[in-house]
């Protein structure tokens, strides 16, 4: 991979760097009453900012049978009743939630004046899997149907789609199929010229829509991209062991499997060659649209100069346990990290690292999620293993449910405001894992405001650096009045795009 974002000097400069904390694990929600909604500003977030307060479809309380963000026609409060359903209709920040559920949950905090929804539980609580938590079905019906506080029912939360052969259903959660073509009233053929043409004969809508919803398949739209660095302040924060406070007196990084086995202190880290790099963060649990990423500045010490200031690898040597101080442990290989760059990072933003971004010392593996980013870093044990049996696993399991190797993300929350005929400016990220031959960068950002019939393509300029996101500045014009549903998603080197693309009602006013 490119080395040209390296900078490399031969004793310790303090400078500037960025972002932080690791990434590895996510969130489940678990319900405990109807909250009060609160208003929501032109921007998409709330104006309350952190409280619990929420940010989606609903408008209005959820006791009342309402449209919530959709165009108000008997279809959306009659039928749709899209203000009263979803997580967002009676809590906000699922986080907060979590904080004060009474449970051991991990610390979460998503950023960018997002907040934590469901779609950020399930690459954890979707199934029961090792490293991730309880699956959540059984424990939020119970958490619901044991309160006196809930007066919903089955549809509050979810949604029956049909989408497939004629007799094939699907139970879905609303806060997912919201995001849908189905929402229109028909599943899949939403866009299809005869399903429009249908509606509009008996009077659905002018869009061919039932619920009404505008679509811009020719959209004024200017993108930019860029690479920034967004404010520390912006920074997720992932703990899945909570914060750890290490006495760094007591601390060292044992290095084993080497010609020269060493016990390595912060001085002597510090006194090793210091390199400089930016690369982003995101946690391997990520989900679609999620504000769990970040480009951080880092400084600290490559394990190539690790590896080298303890005599160089012992014969057989592949592979490095990891194991951090806070129980947290994997293996990787060791050319695998060499070549992507790996280090021990000891600074984020210019300064040292703090408690719940690994202090003193956290592996970085660029390219990669966070889960094998190991915060707190205590041992690198060298291993002799056959190839087959060594742990990429991170690079290589994407299944589409607990991890997207493809993804991308909105920096606004549903509810964004325009005027017809005035420029829009949406913003947002895309990322892909990348590193050497094993999986692609990121290649394309795309976006569509017609349930993707059409797709506009911006490729990701050449010379880019594959270990950082792309940022984005999309500034749509709209045409019309109406409610939109603005896509973007994320397509890597090798032609794979993220599962579903990541949704965001925009309303256009007059």
């Known amino acids: 991979m490119p080395l040209n974002t390296l900078v490399t000097t031969r004793r310790p400069s303090p400078r ?22 609160t208003p929501v500003a032109s921007d998409g977030s709330s104006e309350t ?28 409060e009659a039928f749709v009743n899209a203000g009263s359903r979803g997580c967002g209709s009676c809590h906000g920040d699922l986080g907060l939630l979590m904080e004060n559920s009474g449970l051991n949950h991990i610390k979460i905090e998503g950023e960018y004046g997002k907040q934590v929804t469901i779609a950020d539980c399930l690459p954890c609580h979707r199934q029961h899997w090792v490293g991730a938590g309880p699956y959540y079905g059984d424990m939020l019906h119970e958490r ?19 989408s497939g052969e004629v007799g094939e259903y699907q139970w879905e959660l609303w806060d997912e199929y919201k995001y849908t073509a189905s929402l229109g009233g028909f599943p899949e053929d939403y866009f299809d010229d005869r399903v429009k043409g249908w509606l509009q004969q008996r009077g659905s809508s002018a869009t061919g829509s039932m619920a009404n919803m505008s679509l811009d398949a020719e959209p004024q739209l200017d993108v930019s991209l860029s690479q920034d660095v967004l404010d520390e302040e912006d920074v997720f924060v992932l703990n899945n062991y909570g914060t750890l406070e290490v006495d760094v007196t007591q601390w060292g990084l044992n290095v084993t499997g080497v010609n020269e086995e060493k016990t390595l202190t912060l001085q002597d880290l510090q006194a090793l060659p210091q390199t400089e790099m930016t690369v982003t963060q995101v946690c391997y649990t990520s989900a679609i649209n999620s504000p769990f990423a970040a480009n951080i500045p880092m400084k600290g010490v490559l394990l190539s100069d690790v590896i080298e200031a303890c005599g160089g690898l012992a014969g057989g040597t592949n592979t490095f346990a990891l194991a951090g101080a806070d129980g947290w442990a994997t293996a990787y290989i060791i050319d695998f990290m060499v ?27 660029p390219g990669m999620p966070g889960a094998p980013w190991v915060k707190h870093i205590v041992a690198l044990s060298g291993l002799e293993q056959p190839a087959e049996a060594l742990v990429n696993s991170y690079a290589l399991r994407s299944d589409g449910v607990t991890s997207h190797k493809a993804n991308s993300a909105w920096f606004q929350s549903d509810g964004v405001t325009a005027k017809a005929g005035e420029p829009l400016e949406l913003a947002g990220y895309g990322f892909a894992w990348s590193g050497t031959d094993l999986i692609a960068p990121l290649a394309t950002i795309s976006f569509s405001f017609d349930y993707g019939a059409t797709w506009h393509d911006v490729p990701i300029p050449e010379g880019a650096d594959p270990y950082q996101w792309s940022t984005f500045t999309a500034t749509w014009t709209p045409q019309a009045p ?15 795009e993220q599962e579903q693309p990541s949704g965001l009602f925009v309303v256009v006013e007059e």
């Open 482 to 496: 109406g409610t939109y549903m603005a896509w973007v998603k994320a397509t890597n080197a090798d032609g794979f």
């Open 16 to 37: 500037r760097a960025a972002l932080a904390v690791a990434a590895v694990s996510l969130v489940l929600a678990l319900a405990v009453g109807c909250a009060p909604q």
């Open 144 to 162: 619901h149907y044991s309160s006196d506080s809930f007066d919903g029912n089955c549809w509050s939360c979810h949604a029956q789609d049909s």
């Open 339 to 365: 070549q992507n760059n790996a280090m021990i990072a000891l600074e984020y933003f210019g300064h040292p690292l703090t408690a719940d971004q690994g202090y003193p010392a956290t592996l970085v593996i």
């Open 49 to 76: 900012g952190t409280d619990d307060s929420a940010t989606t479809l609903a408008v209005t309380s959820p006791e009342e049978v309402d449209a919530g963000l959709l165009p108000a026609n008997t279809y959306n």
